[in-house]
């Protein structure tokens, strides 16, 4: 199912970026960040974008319209989203609870939904004229800490785009968020989900103290170019359905079966990938996996709370080790990684930040991976039903300053479930990444030939 390669353009109209301010009065307070959220590895904006269709009985509507009303009503319980970031001592970062506003921008392009495929799927053509990075907009202190943009299509669709100052809220926090403003477009007074700030729950101890290993802050040198850059690098769109999940679980020993989907998944390509880009083979590889920790706090965290609530443990291997050892040797570290999130592990996360001065996480050896399969970001109703995609606007590098993956859910035409991962890596590197892949799914490999090897593009 290899997409047209003949790249889809079109024009986009915008009106002029306007602040959206909140509709009622709100508190002129000094907000602190977490320890969790002002690290340096979550100073970025991260775009998100949302594909409706047509719906006859929202024909009157603007969604433009709806969507402005319905941000500045959710901004009063939102408030702090209206500030600005400021930056204290020893780098805290606090908002500035300024009722300065958001931007939003109203546009139109001379483009159907149709046009984009019948399998949405990032990267999006034209993502700089569906989010229109407004001039002096993009940075991290005294700059607006959220940007829409509403985009009308002709056959009645719309994009829905939004930008977010990542130190703010994760993508469960932003979906908390978002789930707000479709509750005050369907009528409602006041979120179903009050919001909850408390960010000193995360804050580090005092004093504080690191507790656990954290080789995801490790400082590493990049010798042999695993850091992924932007020349001559291409993007290729992998999808696993059933079959290839199958096949590849041949690969798993009887005591390991219990492994997941997605323990799974990142294992294989974390090897492919390795094999691909060639490191020294004494170098250290490093597979860096968010893990949502809102499930490991005991008192559980007040519902509400819509800060950074995750963390990146590593898998640690040497190159040799994860390319020539069974598949199983990367699988256990993985899965290792990953049951080693506490809340003391959190907790000395935190702490680390301050007594390092809130470094960012290792980028040099570092394959960075984010499972996107189960956010429900698409169930966002702003009148016109569910979303035909929600999720990154980009879906690899370009959001994940790593050059990682997204893995999403996605459904073939003929209409099988799966996963969709966009890889970067130079075209060289590229070439052997599919080869290596292919020779792990073996007799499925035709299947990935034929149908599975969704988009090739420039990054």
């Known amino acids: 199912m290899a997409q047209n390669n003949t790249?889809?353009?079109?024009?986009?109209?915008?009106?002029?970026?306007?602040?959206?301010?909140?509709?009622?009065?709100?508190?002129?307070?000094?907000?602190?960040?977490?320890?969790?959220?002002?690290?340096?590895?979550?100073?970025f904006q991260s775009p998100f974008i949302h594909f409706y269709h047509k719906d006859p009985k929202m024909k009157n509507k603007n969604p433009a319209n709806v969507i402005r009303e319905?941000?500045?009503?959710?901004?009063?319980?939102?408030?702090?989203?209206?500030?600005?970031?400021?930056?204290?001592p020893a780098r805290k970062l606090m908002v500035d609870c300024s009722g300065q506003g958001v931007f939003f921008i109203e546009a139109e392009a001379d483009v159907m939904l149709k046009q984009f495929g019948d399998a949405l799927q990032p990267p999006f053509p034209c993502m700089e004229e569906l989010l229109y990075a407004v001039p002096g907009s993009s940075g991290i202190l005294d700059s607006p800490l959220l940007l829409i943009q509403v985009t009308r299509l002709l056959c009645g669709g719309f994009i829905f785009a939004i930008r977010i100052n990542h130190t703010m809220s994760d993508t469960l926090g932003l979906l908390q968020f978002m789930t707000a403003l479709s509750e005050m477009i369907h009528g409602a007074s006041t979120p179903s989900t009050l919001p909850v700030w408390q960010r000193e729950l995360l804050s580090a101890r005092d004093p504080p103290c690191v507790t656990c290993n954290h080789h995801e802050y490790d400082e590493v040198i990049d010798t042999k170019g695993t850091v992924i850059e932007t020349d001559d690098v291409v993007k290729q769109s992998f999808f696993f359905g059933p079959a290839e999940i199958s096949a590849l679980r041949k690969f798993v020993p009887i005591h390991l079966q219990s492994c997941s989907t997605f323990e799974l998944l990142i294992t294989c390509l974390w090897r492919c990938r390795t094999i691909a880009l060639q490191p020294d083979p004494e170098d250290k590889m490093r597979l860096l996996c968010v893990i949502n920790s809102r499930s490991k706090f005991n008192p559980p965290l007040p519902q509400g709370y819509y800060g950074n609530v995750f963390c990146f443990p590593a898998a640690i291997s040497t190159a040799r080790d994860l390319c020539c050892k069974p598949l199983a040797h990367a699988l256990e570290l993985v899965m290792m990684a990953k049951s080693n999130v506490t809340e003391e592990y959190m907790r000395s996360v935190a702490d680390l930040m301050v007594?390092?001065?809130?470094?960012?996480?290792?980028?040099?050896?570092?394959?960075?991976?984010?499972?996107?399969?189960?956010?429900?970001?698409?169930?966002?109703?702003?009148?016109?039903?569910?979303?035909?995609y929600a999720g990154p606007s980009k879906g690899g590098a370009g959001d994940l300053p790593t050059g990682g993956s997204?893995?999403?859910?996605?459904?073939?035409?003929k209409g099988e479930p799966g996963i969709v991962v966009p890889i970067s890596l130079p075209s060289v590197a590229m070439t052997k990444f599919v080869k290596e892949l292919n020779s792990m799914l073996q007799d499925k490999s035709q299947i990935l030939q034929k149908h599975k090897l969704i988009t090739r593009s420039k990054v």
Do not use: C
């Not at 007594?355 to 109703?381: C, E, W």
């Not at 997204?406 to 035409?413: E, Q, R, V």
């Open 406 to 413: 997204y893995y999403l859910p996605f459904k073939t035409s």
């Open 355 to 388: 007594i390092k001065g809130r470094p960012h996480y290792t980028i040099a050896q570092s394959y960075f991976v984010s499972d996107m399969t189960r956010i429900g970001l698409n169930k966002l109703d702003f009148g016109w039903g569910n979303a035909a």
């Open 7 to 43: 790249p889809l353009t079109f024009t986009v109209h915008r009106e002029a970026p306007e602040l959206i301010l909140p509709a009622k009065p709100t508190p002129r307070e000094l907000k602190p960040l977490s320890d969790i959220d002002d690290q340096e590895g979550l100073r």
């Open 70 to 88: 319905a941000l500045a009503k959710v901004l009063v319980f939102y408030y702090p989203f209206a500030g600005r970031l400021k930056e204290g």
